[in-house]
């Protein structure tokens, strides 16, 4: 039996290796729709070379629209930032494809926009033809919500374009508020839900998605292009800046129902009783809420303050003071001259700053009280110093975190658990006017805390420059 060797050509191997790899591409393109990405990863090999050609295709088709029709969208995702942040180090940032816009390997992307006047019917259209799915959330407008006689109108909080049924970008749509913040709004459950988009729903379970913690608020912010994976971006100039507010940014707004309620139910027609003193105390907030922002200083509103902006959005007309609360471990030096500086003078220094630390200045006849809180076990409290009998008192609030909101049109923080904050310090009844108050009786969170040594009196009792003011 003779045997014949056959032999085969390069040319038809590599016709049949060509033939092979079409097919199996095909095979990737038409299973991910059905499957999505996480399946297919499993199942397919080379499905994260699939993912990125996706990733890159719809992020260039997105920012190729914002270009376009002139949409300022700006890069807002954190994941790609801090990967650009890795290669600011002086050197451009390498161009290649999907070198850096992928190397998350993330289904999702979110981007900004300052106002909606940019996002035009046609922007929309054209990401459309490219191949994305729309979906938009809306809400009420807070800009108006003050305004008892204005029936707040809806407007767009965020923008969802989902591409290949695996691929989503998210747009926010920031807005200016008081000319010195921005604001997005948040995402509710049903308005995912109601979506019909499994892409969109999976994300806002995982929390991927800008706005899943509710209202958000970031300080106002400049912008720089840069060319990335062959894609020009516009991003925050500062992005550690923008990056290290993230996790800080959760906004509460003030409730205007409950507060057009009470001045009326208490007030009635006699609402401008105290307004010259809320525009002195207005003009010592700002003041104040300035130099501790310029000092990097985190405050918040604390006692009759906090009181006033959760119960009636304003400060009250006859509290006659401010109050600001602050964890000692964020006490500077500089607090001090800082404020002098500002034309708030220093007039009492209670306590020391391993306990009971208390600061107070005046400007205007107005008084502003600093209390510093202590960390004990679950609790944080502040101190009060008696200066006729040396008595110490510890007012015990349940831990709490901070979140932003908006006050006389400044962006300054509140505890996040506002109600527990404010029943801890006035019990339920909260909610009643009560124009008499003992500091050492009233707050049902008093309790008195020891005495302080007569020798270190001159210490922890520095009153300066003494001006007379009511009340405490």
């Known amino acids: 039996m003779r045997l014949i060797r056959l032999r085969r050509s390069p040319t038809c191997v590599l016709g049949t290796f060509l033939a092979i790899s079409l097919g199996f591409l095909f095979l990737q393109f038409n299973l991910v729709p059905f499957f999505g990405s996480n399946e297919v990863e499993s199942s397919v090999p080379g499905s994260a070379i699939l993912k990125k050609h996706i990733q890159h295709e719809a992020v260039s088709h997105f920012t190729n629209a914002l270009i376009k029709h002139s949409v300022g969208g700006f890069l807002i995702h954190r994941g ?32 900004g926009v300052i106002s909606h006047a940019d996002v035009s019917q046609e922007f929309l259209d054209t990401l459309e033809r490219s191949g994305f799915r729309h979906h938009e959330v809306s809400g009420p407008d807070p800009r108006v919500l003050h305004m008892r006689t204005v029936q707040p109108h809806q407007i767009p909080y965020h923008h969802f374009f989902i591409y290949k049924e695996v691929y989503l970008v998210q747009l926010v749509v920031f807005y200016l508020r008081s000319e010195n913040y921005l604001w997005h709004g948040g995402i509710k459950q049903s308005q995912i839900s109601g979506a019909n988009e499994p892409a969109l729903s999976r994300l806002h379970r995982s929390n991927l998605l800008f706005g899943n913690k509710g209202q958000g608020a970031y300080d106002k912010m400049e912008f720089a292009k840069i060319k990335v994976d062959g894609i020009q971006l516009t991003v925050p100039k500062y992005p550690k800046s923008f990056l290290d507010q993230i996790p800080h940014s959760t906004f509460i707004e003030c409730n205007h129902e409950r507060a057009a309620g009470f001045v009326t139910r208490h007030y009635g027609n006699k609402d401008a009783t105290g307004e010259e003193f809320r525009s002195f105390a207005k003009d010592l907030l700002i003041t104040a809420a300035s130099v501790l922002d310029e000092l990097d200083v985190p405050f918040w509103l604390s006692s009759g303050t906090c009181l006033g902006w959760f119960r009636e959005c304003r400060i009250i007309g006859h509290s006659l003071d401010v109050d600001f609360g602050m964890r000692i471990e964020d006490y500077n030096v500089r607090i001090i001259p800082a404020m ?70 400044v962006k300054v923080r509140v505890p996040c658990q506002t109600l527990s904050y404010i029943e801890a310090n006035y019990g339920k009844a909260w909610d009643r006017k009560v124009t008499s108050w003992n500091w050492k009786e009233s707050p049902s969170n008093v309790v008195p805390n020891g005495q302080w040594p007569k020798e270190e009196w001159p210490e922890v009792m520095q009153l300066f420059d003494i001006i007379e003011v009511e009340g405490r």
């Open 80 to 111: 790609t930032l801090k990967a650009i942040l890795q290669f600011r180090d002086g050197s451009p940032l390498l161009d290649g494809y999907c070198m850096i816009m992928c190397r998350t390997n993330s289904s999702s992307i979110h981007f």
């Open 340 to 409: 002098e500086m500002a034309g708030l003078s220093l007039v009492h220094q209670f306590g020391k700053e391993s306990d009971s630390f208390e600061l107070t200045f005046v400007k205007d006849q107005v008084k502003l009280d600093i209390f510093f809180f202590y960390k004990e076990d679950n609790t944080l409290w502040n101190g009060g110093t008696d200066t006729d009998s040396g008595g110490k008192y510890k007012y015990i609030f349940p831990s709490f975190d901070l979140c932003w909101t908006e006050f006389v049109g």
